[in-house]
C-alpha cells in the first residue's frame, strides 16, 4: 500500500493580493519567489528566501511553514518540525502545520505524534479529505485497522472519488479477513483509476485470500502491465502460481 500518497500542502499567496495590504512587502517578495522555487524543485533556492522573508519579518507564520516544507524536501525531518512548531506558537490555529508536522512525524516513525496532528489539522478543518486519508493510513501502520477503516470512511464520504481513500481501505478491510469487502473497494478504486498498479495487486492479494488464485494472477498480471518493475506484483504472482503447481 502506497501509505502516503499526497504531496505535502505548499502555501502560496493570491497573486492578486496587493503589496500595499502587507507589512512587510519585501518579506512577501522572497516568500513568492521561495514558493516558485519549491515548486521548480530548487529547495536549496527556496531555502535561501525563505530564511531572507524570516529574516525581514520573524513572525511571518506561512514562511516558517513552508520552510518546513523545504526542508522536508532536503531530509532535514528535524528542522522542518521545528518550522512547524514555530508556526503553530504563532498561530496555533494553522492548520497546514499540522498537517505537513504530521507527515514529517510519519516520515520519523513518530506514529503516536503524527496521528495527534492530523486529528488536529482536521479538528481545523472538518473538510480535509487527504487528512484523513494520511491519519488513517498512520492508524494502519500501528494496526488499529477499525481505526483506519472509520478515517477512511470520512475520507470517502468527502470524495465519493477518491481512488486511493478506496485502496487503502480494501488494504485495512483485508488485514481484518474481510476479502470480500475489500475486493469490492479496489473494484471500485480501479474504476475511478484505471492505471492504478497498486490497486491491482492488492485486489490480487485479496482474491488470494480467497483462494482465487487464477483471479490474483490476473490482477497480479495487470499490474505489471501497467508497472513492469513492481517487485510486489512480480513476487505476488510468483508466490500464488507456486501454489497452483
Known amino acids: 500500500m502506497n501509505t502516503f500518497p499526497h504531496k505535502p500542502i505548499l ?14 512587502p519585501d518579506a512577501e ?18 531555502l535561501a528566501d525563505f530564511n531572507k522573508a524570516i529574516q525581514i519579518d520573524p513572525n511571518y507564520v506561512k514562511a516558517y511553514s513552508n520552510r518546513g516544507l523545504v526542508k522536508d524536501a532536503l531530509k532535514d525531518e528535524a528542522g522542518a518540525i521545528a518550522d512547524y512548531n514555530k508556526a503553530i506558537e504563532l498561530d496555533p490555529k494553522h492548520q497546514f502545520a499540522y498537517y505537513n508536522r504530521a507527515n514529517a512525524e510519519v516520515n520519523l516513525q513518530d506514529y ?13 478543518n472538518p473538510q480535509d479529505a487527504a ?20 478515517d477512511f470512511d470520512k475520507a470517502i464520504e468527502l470524495n465519493p472519488r477518491y481512488d486511493k481513500a478506496y485502496t487503502s481501505r480494501g488494504v485495512a478491510k483485508g488485514r481484518l479477513n474481510d476479502y470480500s469487502n475489500a475486493i469490492i473497494d479496489l473494484s471500485k478504486a480501479i474504476e475511478i483509476n484505471p492505471r492504478s ?33 513492481y517487485s510486489k506484483a512480480i513476487t505476488n504472482r510468483a508466490e500464488v502460481q507456486a501454489l497452483k503447481k
Open 197 to 229: 498498479a497498486e490497486a491491482y495487486n492488492d485486489r490480487g492479494n485479496a482474491k488470494w485470500g480467497l483462494k482465487n488464485y487464477d483471479g490474483a494472477i490476473s490482477d497480479y498480471d495487470k499490474a505489471i502491465e501497467i508497472n513492469p518493475n
Open 112 to 124: 503516536t505524534n503524527a496521528i495527534s496532528d492530523y486529528e488536529k489539522a482536521i479538528e481545523l
Open 29 to 46: 517578495k522572497f516568500f513568492n519567489a521561495a514558493g516558485q522555487k519549491y515548486i521548480s524543485g530548487d529547495y536549496t533556492g527556496a
Open 11 to 24: 502555501i502560496l499567496l493570491v497573486a492578486l493580493i496587493a503589496c500595499s495590504s502587507c507589512s512587510r
Open 131 to 150: 487528512a484523513y486519508l494520511n491519519c488513517g493510513n498512520t492508524k494502519y501502520r500501528l494496526n488499529d485497522f477499525t481505526g483506519a477503516i472509520a
